[in-house]
């Protein structure tokens, strides 16, 4: 029987190389001792691969042992550095873990720390500008966006649910980031060995938009998951996707989903359709190459991958799927279109210096009547596309008589061409100059009826001739404006001198700088149309100034006054008397002069005609009391037109537009009573030292004197003479009237 051996009670006392914060359990504590009990108290040895002799040792007795004791000892130390390595594995996790947290937490302080300021503020969405017709129509949308701001609730259904089916189909169900998209996104980009599909969301879209630049860095795209994160906290989803459809661009210079449906459709985005929607969503891949301006096809084919999306996400039926895919594609233009966005434009050019800085939404009311400008743009656009006559641009515009501009057409298409040759484009106006000149020439002393001589004239080294190279001897003063002679225009400004000419036509309304030249006369002084326009208003409204302005008053959204046109009477620019005389000549103008395509049956007009040389230019100048309209055709490069005269294509679209504006309105008389009567018989040599008054004056009808081709000497008055007063002058030997057939035709 083998000795009793001595019981060992427990101990806790601390070994050596044991920490105090620890609790250990010697081998000795064991609930079956082992041979390294009797071991206890001696030094470890230590191995070469650095375990101790005791381990070692505990390791072999484990295995040595014999019987179920010897047996269990080894499987319980197996056991220990199972779980010990299991317990060191779940340390590093856990030290891991936080660690990485603590880092990522720096990583995600450090690039927050890294926003400006402003990002944690929502920026005011770029004020717009709504312009609107005297009626209250909508000309345009101008500003950064290019169009306001709407709700869901004012926006098509279709736009948002399109949207969400391309752009991120677990907006509702993600916190602004999702994994589950980042996931997919890259196995399928893996798949297709490129980038085809992204993982952003529209919230990180909105954030990318509205706080960050587009540059591809890890700091921006973990500031977009910051931003993201935030925005899903701070507003609830549909306000998201509100402001994310209003902000995001479309292409062609709309931002936002009404500018986009207006900009492609030419409707609001409330009566955006099914298959338009998808094109809008389609868009926001890429803005510009997918473009229905630019390239339909690829347009249609980009929507009809939307509105599959949409059918797999049940926003849609099949029938609904089928009847938007069937649709053809239609191509927009590569520009708003409509004549009014010249209009538009304009508005933008006069704000700023209105109200200044636009910093809320804002409600532009014009002067434009849009009845009217569809009219002239339809006047413009089929007159250069009716010609053969190599013309290839056009411009009108049309006033009332206090300015105020009720039509604009500054091209043949806006879509095309943007630039504004009603206002921006400075030409020689040709004969219609004319009337400064005659109104100067009443104003000293000049009567319609006063008798002038058609014949060659030199002022220096200039020598004006005619239009058709002849002359028509002694003619009345309203007969020479009649038939735009030029001798006759030079003439009379010789006589009162080209500085009173230039403050005649400044004081009228021209602003351009008028060169100090006899040659002003005949419109060599190049002008705008839109002031040449506004210079003959005062003929029409009686005398008085009338400059030519676009906006009435300029309202808040929730319509509180910011600006206001006032009414203050403008300055009295000419006589009731000169207003009167000026009317009665050219009323004849129109009536049996150059102008004569633009008469119009049962209203009292007025007007001239005005060709500059070479045929570059051609001009009319119309008006009756109700509206002024000034009419130009030519090309922007300054190429000949094929005989095109003021009296022929511009007085034709003249009357065009005015007989359709005037249709149903009453004929209001011009300005005026003057009738012009007899003319002033000059008083001609009799060879005998006598004198009488020549009766052979030129009839009503413009048929000029025949004097035989004698040439004889003739006393007439070649100024707007005092009593007593004659001046003598010789008459040339006149050519044949061979031109005269093609004058009545075409105007001069």
């Given amino acids: 029987m083998a000795a009793r051996r001595e019981r060992i009670e427990p101990s806790f006392e601390r070994e050596e190389g044991v920490s105090e914060a620890g609790l250990s359990i010697s081998s000795d504590d064991r609930a079956v001792p082992t041979a390294a009990n009797d071991r206890k108290r001696k030094p470890a ?3 070469g691969k650095g375990k101790t002799a005791a381990a070692r040792s505990g390791n072999s007795g484990g295995g040595r042992g014999s019987g179920r004791g010897g047996s269990g000892n080894g499987g319980g130390g197996g056991g220990r550095r199972r779980r010990s390595f299991l317990g060191h594995v779940v340390r590093l996790g856990i030290a891991g873990t936080l660690w990485g947290g603590l880092a990522a937490a720096a990583v995600i302080g450090y690039f927050a720390v890294k926003l400006p300021q402003e990002a944690w503020e929502i920026p005011a969405r770029p004020p717009n500008v709504k312009i609107v017709s005297v009626n209250g129509e909508l000309l345009a949308n101008r500003g950064l966006t290019g169009g306001k701001e709407v709700s869901l609730d004012e926006m098509s259904p ?6 969400i089916a391309i752009e991120d189909r677990r907006f509702y169900d993600h916190f602004g980031v999702d994994p589950l998209g980042i996931v997919r996104a890259a196995v399928e980009n893996w798949q297709a060995g490129g980038t085809v599909q992204g993982g952003s969301t529209l919230t990180q879209q909105l954030a990318k938009n509205i706080f960050l630049d587009p540059e591809q860095t890890i700091q921006r795209k973990v500031q977009e998951a910051i931003l993201s994160i935030w925005l899903e906290h701070k507003f609830t989803k549909d306000q998201i996707l509100d402001m994310y459809l209003n902000r995001v661009y479309f292409g062609s210079g709309a931002t936002g989903v009404e500018a986009a449906a207006r900009r492609y459709f030419g409707k609001s985005a409330s009566e955006v359709t099914l298959s338009e929607a998808a094109t809008l969503a389609g868009l926001l891949k890429a803005p510009s190459r997918l473009s229905p301006a630019r390239d339909p096809k690829a347009a249609k084919e980009r929507s009809e991958v939307v509105l599959a999306a949409m059918l797999e996400e049940g926003k849609i039926d099949r029938q609904e799927y089928e009847d938007a895919v069937a649709e053809k594609p239609v191509k927009a233009k590569s520009y708003w279109d409509g004549a ?7 508005v933008m050019r006069d704000i700023k210096k209105l109200i200044g800085d636009v910093k809320q939404d804002v409600v532009v009311e014009t002067t434009i009547e849009m009845p ?14 009716n010609s053969k006559q190599n013309v290839t641009q056009g411009a009108l515009v049309a006033l009332d008589g206090t300015g ?5 057409v500054g091209g043949r298409d806006y879509a095309e061409s943007q630039f504004n040759r009603a206002v921006d484009a400075k030409r020689q106006p040709g004969s219609t100059f004319k009337p400064f000149v005659y109104e100067t020439a009443l104003e000293n002393g000049w009567r319609p009826e006063s008798i002038i001589v058609d014949g060659p004239v030199q002022i220096g080294k200039w020598k004006p001739s005619n239009y058709e190279n002849t002359y028509r001897g002694p003619v009345m003063v309203a007969d020479a404006l009649r038939f735009s002679l030029n001798t006759v225009a030079a003439k009379l400004i010789d006589n009162v001198g080209t500085q009173a000419v230039i403050d005649t036509a400044h004081r009228l309304g021209i602003k351009s700088d008028i060169v100090d030249n006899p040659s002003i006369a005949l419109g060599t002084s190049e002008v705008s149309l839109l002031e040449l326009t506004g ?5 029409a409204n009686g005398g008085y100034e009338a400059t030519p302005h676009l906006v009435n008053r300029i309202t808040s959204e929730d319509g509180k006054v910011i600006w206001e046109r006032g009414a203050e009477v403008p300055p009295k620019v000419l006589s009731e008397d000169m207003v009167s005389m000026m009317n009665a000549m050219l009323r004849r103008v129109v009536n049996s002069g150059t102008g004569r395509k633009a008469a119009i049956e049962g209203f009292d007009a007025a007007g001239k005609t005005g060709t500059t040389q070479d045929f570059k230019d051609a001009w009319f100048m119309g008006y009756t ?4 309209t000034g009419v130009w055709f030519g090309n922007d490069n300054g190429a000949k037109m094929k005989r095109v005269t003021g009296g022929s294509l511009p007085a034709a679209a003249w009357h065009e537009f005015m007989s359709a504006a005037l249709d149903g309105t009453p004929n209001v008389p011009l300005p005026g009573n003057y009738a012009i009567g007899e003319p002033e018989a000059p008083l001609v040599a009799d060879g005998n030292g006598g004198e009488y008054y020549d009766s052979e004056l030129p009839r009503d009808d413009g048929v000029p004197i025949d004097d035989g081709g004698r040439g004889q000497e003739r006393r007439i008055y070649d100024r707007a003479p005092p009593p007593g007063v004659v001046v003598q002058e010789r008459v040339s030997p006149r050519r044949e009237d061979n031109g005269s057939l093609f004058r009545r035709i075409f105007g001069g």
């Fill in 535 to 539: 210079a003959f208003a005062p003929f």
């Fill in 625 to 628: 009391a109700e509206l002024v």
């Fill in 45 to 47: 040895a230590k191995t």
């Fill in 340 to 346: 009014q966005h010249y209009a538009a434009d304009l």
């Fill in 372 to 385: 009217l400008e569809r009219i002239a743009e339809k006047a413009i656009r089929e007159t250069i596309d």
């Fill in 158 to 163: 279709y736009i948002p649910e399109a949207v």
């Fill in 404 to 408: 105020a501009i009720r039509a604009l």
